[in-house]
């Protein structure tokens, strides 16, 4: 069987969400790296921007200090301007870079060198202030970039040297490829200058770029807050990244990089994607991990669950599995049987153990084969079984079950009874079984039944708990009367004794009859009372007897079987007869035959004691126990009281063969017969024909008040 008692999804669902919560910070990782990772990539690649424009300023350094050069070559080795003119016309060809170089004055007037195509004066304002500059300008189909630097002579600016770059200088100094990234520098109003020189699809790129106001105004207010900005774009289905600086050099201008996305971020992909996979293996293998401690874990905890809540012999749950299942499974309304075998202790004592053993298995396997989805067995005790059950028809399904347990025990005639009651939802569970317990006592009195707990058991159970209380207060006020059941003597046709016998006059409840709190009293234990109390009274009589110098017929007193385990008994009871002075030859003790199962050799010790002590033993209701007749060799009793049932078997067989062997070898081990519940005439005289010496019965007396018993007895002269 497999045995699942805990929620074994729990710690499942807890390993899931942990798993779960592991991706969850993987993810986390994940995607701080990859800002990281971009954050890098933004820097690397703001960084490159920066060196581009580092070598664009090289570059236009580099022209500033030509054009300085050809000034000052004009200043130090020409005087008059024809002179010049030839010079820079022989230096020019050198300086491969420009179309054309030339000076001017503020007027107009060139001071040497080439006119330039167009009035350039607007163009040279900030040099002929002092300034060098690099200028774009644009003036119809011409585009030009003009570099300037101040003219002087005598520590004075008087006009401004120029030079306009050809076409390949213009795009060696706006533009260059690097890496797979190509560079180049322009203005909002220029952009195509740097961009003719690129490949149709970076061309395509920058005009896609260039011509949407948003990518241009959200790229600007990036420059503006932070010298440098970048902005992702799409053209033609594939992203590109525009990287910006500013030129200071050029007013307006920036240095751009532009290059196709995937440079950037294939890498970075690629590093998470192997992170993504890495995390993920190591996830599984934690994972794994956890799963492998938890199972085992639920494994040792499924073995101590077996330990606490198995039975060991059937498999089944014990009592304590059983609750918690019931428990666990929510408590929902079922209908508990206790199932018991009747003196299962017989039958391990005539079959042996392991046959008991066996029995108890196969029971077991019967009980749970005969459960629905959903129902439960389990052995509660040795020789007891409950069933939860909550499918129709119960009731016939349990009975068909016992019918089933019994048919499979051919070699022993085994009896079971079963007490049933319901146990409500979100109730408790032992008070349901109690009441189950209480309908099974109800079902032992007859066999192979099964009792469902009632109202009537309710009140009777109420009123078990009212004699139970008011037991004390009966002592104390002597409402527990000694009745006396006179004993007839066949032969002699006279007296023989009488059976002292309890009768409760409670104040309220009126007569109470000894099986209303006797086997009450033996349960509790206050049996002990009792008896010590009727001795008492038994005594008292007597003792009054004896001083009214009556005969004194012996009166027998029961004592019962759980009194013999206490150590005092033998003790107590030479006590009471000893203070009221009565001779001990007077008093004969009732001991149920029964209470030889219990301890047969402390039994023996005891009524050895009692009987050197002087008292008169009686076994009483004999028939009914499982002493054989040989026993009755060991035991030291005078008395032998064959129990009713023999009676009311002469009534069902006619047949007296079996009383009259009884009493024969009670006569052999000196022993006297007394017969219990003889009624009529016939069966008193049954008796007489089995030998019997004494019989007790309504036909000649009941248990009567000691008033009515002296008037039997003793005649009407009594003072009683
Ligand atoms: P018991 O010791 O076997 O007592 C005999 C019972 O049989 C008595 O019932 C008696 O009234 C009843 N009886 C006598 N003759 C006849 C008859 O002809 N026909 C029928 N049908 N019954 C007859 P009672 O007094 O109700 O006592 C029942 C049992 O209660 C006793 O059985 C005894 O076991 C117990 N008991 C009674 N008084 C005491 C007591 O003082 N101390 C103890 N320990 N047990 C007591
Ligand atoms: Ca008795
Ligand atoms: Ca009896």
């Known amino acids: 069987m497999k045995f699942t008692l805990h929620e074994k999804n729990d710690s499942f669902q807890a390993l899931i969400v942990l798993g779960m919560l592991l991706m969850l910070c993987m993810g986390a990782c994940q995607y701080a790296l990859s800002q990281i990772m971009y954050r890098e990539a933004e820097t690397n690649m703001v960084e490159k921007t920066v060196q581009s424009r580092h070598l664009i300023d090289e570059r236009i350094k580099k022209y500033y200090e030509t054009l300085r050069y050809v000034n000052s070559v004009a200043e130090s080795q020409t005087n008059s301007r024809s002179e010049l003119n030839e010079y820079i016309r022989k230096v020019n060809p050198a300086l491969k870079d420009f179309i054309l170089i030339g000076a001017v004055t503020p007027q107009g007037e060139m001071i040497y060198g080439d006119k330039a195509p167009y009035d350039i004066l607007p163009v040279l304002q900030q040099t002929m202030r002092g300034y060098e500059k690099i200028q774009y300008h644009c003036s119809g189909i011409f585009e030009h970039v003009i570099v300037s630097v101040p003219y002087w002579r005598g520590g004075r600016v008087c006009g401004a040297v120029y030079g306009i770059l050809n076409s390949s200088a213009m795009n060696s100094l706006f533009y260059h490829e690097d890496d797979d990234s190509v560079v180049f520098a322009a203005s909002q109003h220029s952009w195509q200058l740097g961009v003719s020189s690129m490949t149709i699809e970076s061309q395509q790129a920058a005009h896609t770029f260039f011509n949407d106001e948003s990518h241009w105004n959200s790229l600007s207010q990036k420059l503006y807050y932070n010298d440098y900005g970048i902005e992702a774009f799409e053209n033609a289905d594939k992203k590109w990244y525009m990287v910006s600086v500013a030129v200071p050099e050029l007013d307006g201008w920036y240095v751009y990089r532009m290059l196709p996305a995937w440079v950037v971020d294939t890498p970075i992909h690629n590093v998470l994607y192997l992170v993504l996979v890495a995390s993920m293996v190591l996830a599984v293998l934690f994972w794994l991990a956890m799963w492998t401690l938890d199972s085992n874990r639920r494994e040792s905890q499924d073995k101590l669950i077996r330990l606490a809540y198995i039975d060991e012999l059937t498999g089944?749950?014990?009592?304590?599995?059983?609750?918690?299942?019931?428990?666990?499974?929510?408590?929902?309304?079922?209908?508990?049987?206790?199932?018991?075998?009747?003196?299962?202790?017989?039958?391990?004592?005539?079959?042996?153990?392991?046959?008991?053993?066996?029995?108890?298995?196969?029971?077991?396997?019967?009980?749970?084969?005969?459960?629905?989805?959903?129902?439960?067995?389990?052995?509660?005790?040795?020789?007891?079984?409950?069933?939860?059950?909550?499918?129709?028809?119960?009731?016939?399904?349990?009975?068909?079950?016992?019918?089933?347990?019994?048919?499979?025990?051919?070699?022993?005639?085994?009896?079971?009874?079963?007490?049933?009651?319901?146990?409500?939802?979100?109730?408790?569970?032992?008070?349901?079984?109690?009441?189950?317990?209480?309908?099974?006592?109800?079902?032992?009195?007859?066999?192979?039944?099964?009792?469902?707990?009632?109202?009537?058991?309710?009140?009777?159970?109420?009123?078990?708990?009212?004699?139970?209380?008011?037991?004390?207060?009966?002592?104390?006020?002597?409402?527990?009367?000694?009745?006396?059941?006179?004993?007839?003597?066949?032969?002699?046709?006279?007296?023989?004794?009488?059976?002292?016998?309890?009768?409760?006059?409670?104040?309220?409840?009126?007569?109470?009859?000894?099986?209303?709190?006797?086997?009450?009293?033996?349960?509790?234990?206050?049996?002990?009372?009792?008896?010590?109390?009727?001795?008492?009274?038994?005594?008292?009589?007597?003792?009054?007897?004896?001083?009214?110098?009556?005969?004194?017929?012996?009166?027998?007193?029961?004592?019962?079987?759980?009194?013999?385990?206490?150590?005092?008994?033998?003790?107590?009871?030479?006590?009471?007869?000893?203070?009221?002075?009565?001779?001990?030859?007077?008093?004969?003790?009732?001991?149920?035959?029964?209470?030889?199962?219990?301890?047969?050799?402390?039994?023996?010790?005891?009524?050895?004691?009692?009987?050197?002590?002087?008292?008169?033993?009686?076994?009483?209701?004999?028939?009914?126990?499982?002493?054989?007749?040989?026993?009755?060799?060991?035991?030291?009793?005078?008395?032998?009281?064959?129990?009713?049932?023999?009676?009311?078997?002469?009534?069902?067989?006619?047949?007296?063969?079996?009383?009259?062997?009884?009493?024969?070898?009670a006569r052999d081990f000196g022993m006297l017969t007394v017969i219990e519940g003889v009624e009529t005439e016939e069966q008193a005289a049954m008796a007489r024909e089995s030998g019997c010496d004494v019989v007790q019965g309504w036909l000649y007396a009941k248990a009567e008040p000691v008033a009515d018993y002296e008037k039997r007895v003793y005649g009407g002269g009594s003072d009683e």
């Open 316 to 665: 089944l749950y014990n009592y304590a599995g059983l609750r918690r299942k019931w428990h666990t499974q929510g408590r929902k309304p079922v209908t508990i049987f206790v199932v018991d075998f009747n003196s299962f202790s017989a039958l391990n004592m005539i079959m042996g153990n392991e046959y008991g053993d066996i029995v108890l298995k196969k029971t077991a396997a019967i009980l749970k084969d005969g459960i629905d989805q959903g129902e439960m067995v389990c052995r509660v005790t040795a020789d007891r079984f409950a069933l939860l059950m909550n499918g129709e028809g119960a009731l016939e399904r349990v009975q068909n079950l016992l019918e089933q347990v019994r048919d499979s025990v051919r070699e022993y005639t085994i009896v079971l009874s079963a007490g049933a009651s319901v146990a409500d939802e979100g109730g408790h569970m032992n008070a349901a079984y109690e009441r189950a317990i209480t309908a099974l006592k109800y079902a032992k009195q007859g066999s192979n039944i099964v009792v469902f707990y009632d109202q009537k058991m309710y009140e009777e159970q109420q009123m078990r708990k009212r004699l139970e209380e008011d037991f004390e207060h009966a002592l104390e006020r002597r409402e527990l009367k000694l009745y006396l059941q006179a004993k007839h003597h066949l032969q002699s046709d006279g007296w023989a004794g009488s059976e002292a016998l309890v009768r409760w006059h409670h104040p309220e409840l009126g007569l109470i009859l000894p099986y209303q709190f006797v086997p009450l009293l033996e349960s509790t234990g206050d049996i002990k009372r009792l008896d010590l109390y009727m001795l008492k009274e038994a005594c008292r009589l007597i003792r009054h007897w004896l001083d009214e110098g009556k005969v004194v017929y012996p009166i027998s007193v029961n004592i019962s079987r759980a009194h013999f385990a206490s150590k005092s008994l033998v003790a107590n009871i030479c006590m009471i007869a000893d203070s009221f002075r009565v001779p001990r030859h007077m008093l004969e003790l009732e001991i149920t035959e029964s209470a030889f199962i219990d301890d047969a050799a402390t039994m023996v010790d005891r009524l050895q004691e009692l009987s050197a002590a002087g008292f008169r033993l009686s076994i009483d209701d004999f028939g009914t126990g499982y002493s054989s007749l040989s026993m009755l060799e060991q035991i030291p009793a005078d008395v032998l009281k064959l129990d009713r049932n023999f009676v009311l078997g002469w009534e069902r067989n006619h047949n007296n063969s079996l009383v009259a062997n009884v009493v024969r070898l």
